[in-house]
């Protein structure tokens, strides 16, 4: 796996602000969390992204930083992250200046993971409808490139965990061709990533769901 340049890429995704980014923003590749109003839990298991983030650089030779960092869609941050990540077990509400913004950073080369951790699905669809109202989420195929561009995952997202025993599905949302958004349903890979002593995960669990992260986290960073 090539080494990947995070920000090049932030500078491509977004020309206008790479001058101050410049001069703000390490080149390694980072995650943040996205905070979000309505009530859910969109802060729990700060742990996740430090490992998957830790995980990527040693499995792949991507320079990260292994931290955990939030903003919020209506703060600039979000401008200066090439990978934005909402995950929680509740409600979610976005104001409409939220949703102009949001818009403005999928249609500028930004990426969106979001990892339904059991109860966040109905408010997100909900949501992000709003954010795209003339589109909708499509559950992407077995052969989708981002089920393979690392590890493979010839049936899609790992099951980590049971919830309502569902199948575990993967959706996404395109502009001009591109993925700029991926969602996980009843499958919760981001529970993985977390410390072990968290959900108690077995360890070949744990692993299974740091591998799909890190083919997320590539798709996003060489498409």
């Known amino acids: 796996m090539?080494?990947?340049?995070?920000?090049?890429?932030?500078?491509?995704l977004f020309p206008a602000l790479a001058g101050a980014q410049a001069q703000a923003?390490?080149?390694a590749f980072g995650i943040t969390r996205v905070k979000y109003a309505g009530g859910g839990d969109w802060y729990n298991d700060p742990s996740s992204e430090v490992n998957l983030l830790r995980f990527v650089q040693q499995t792949t030779g991507i320079q990260?930083?292994?931290?955990?960092r939030f903003a919020d869609i209506a703060g600039d941050e979000i401008f200066s992250s090439p990978f934005l990540f909402i995950t929680g077990h509740g409600n979610i509400t976005l104001t409409n200046e939220e949703i102009r913004r949001l818009r403005t950073y999928l249609d500028n080369g930004?990426?969106?993971y979001v990892d339904d951790d059991y109860g966040l699905d109905k408010p997100f669809r909900r949501e992000i409808r709003k954010v795209f109202p003339d589109q909708d989420l499509v559950e992407?195929?077995?052969?989708?490139?981002?089920?393979?561009?690392?590890?493979?995952?010839p049936a899609g997202p790992p099951k980590t965990h049971e919830h309502n025993g569902k199948?575990?599905?993967?959706?996404?949302?395109?502009?001009?061709?591109?993925?700029v958004l991926y969602y996980t349903y009843e499958t919760n890979p981001s529970d993985g990533w977390a410390d072990p002593e968290v959900h108690h995960d077995p360890?070949?669990?744990?692993?299974?769901a740091l591998r799909f992260g890190t083919n997320i986290v590539v798709w996003a960073l060489t498409h």
């Open 64 to 68: 990260t930083d292994a931290r955990y």
């Open 110 to 112: 930004g990426f969106l």
């Open 203 to 208: 360890e070949e669990k744990r692993l299974e």
């Open 167 to 179: 199948p575990p599905q993967g959706f996404g949302l395109f502009r001009n061709g591109r993925l």
């Open 2 to 12: 090539r080494n990947a340049r995070p920000f090049i890429v932030v500078c491509l």
């Open 25 to 27: 923003t390490s080149s």
């Open 140 to 153: 992407l195929p077995f052969s989708f490139g981002l089920y393979h561009c690392q590890f493979e995952f």
